[in-house]
């Protein structure tokens, strides 16, 4: 069952504050704003901090649609060797690498003969406070 929240009409600043507007825009569906495709979304928490400088902090619950074709520069979830990983692919010189946004850790480089898979681009980040 889908249920819809009000869309407030106005921006709301986050530096000085704006007035407020008392005007009220489409009711907002969370499922048509977070799913592009259902029957190929899915959702997976994050762990670990190889991708904060993507903004994806442990917890983070990543939006992950398999009918999305990988290019390069975008953030997919990988199984590489039996293991899922959240990374960034990037293709330099025919070479494809799963380059963390940390300076922490290293990139993969995916070698013939090693296990790799992308199960789908990451689409959307949903964070709790």
């Not at 709301?12 to 969370?30: E, K, R, V």
């Not at 025919?94 to 480089?109: C, M, N």
Request: proline letters at 5%.
């Amino acid at each position: 069952m889908a249920q819809t929240v009000p869309l407030v009409g106005a921006t709301a600043s986050c530096g000085f504050p704006s007035p407020a507007d008392n005007h009220l825009d489409h009711p907002l569906d969370f499922n048509e704003l977070i799913i592009e495709n259902p029957a190929a979304t899915f959702a997976v928490r994050a762990a670990g901090l190889s991708m904060t400088g993507a903004g994806i902090y442990p917890g983070d619950i990543v939006v992950v649609n398999r009918a999305c074709n990988v290019a390069h520069e975008n953030i997919i979830l990988a199984l590489v060797d039996g293991e899922f990983t959240i990374k960034r692919y990037l293709v330099r010189a025919g070479v494809v690498s799963l380059h963390a946004e940390s300076p922490a850790y290293r990139d993969i480089v995916i070698e013939e003969g090693r296990e790799f898979e992308v199960w789908g681009v990451v689409t959307r980040l949903i964070r709790m406070f």
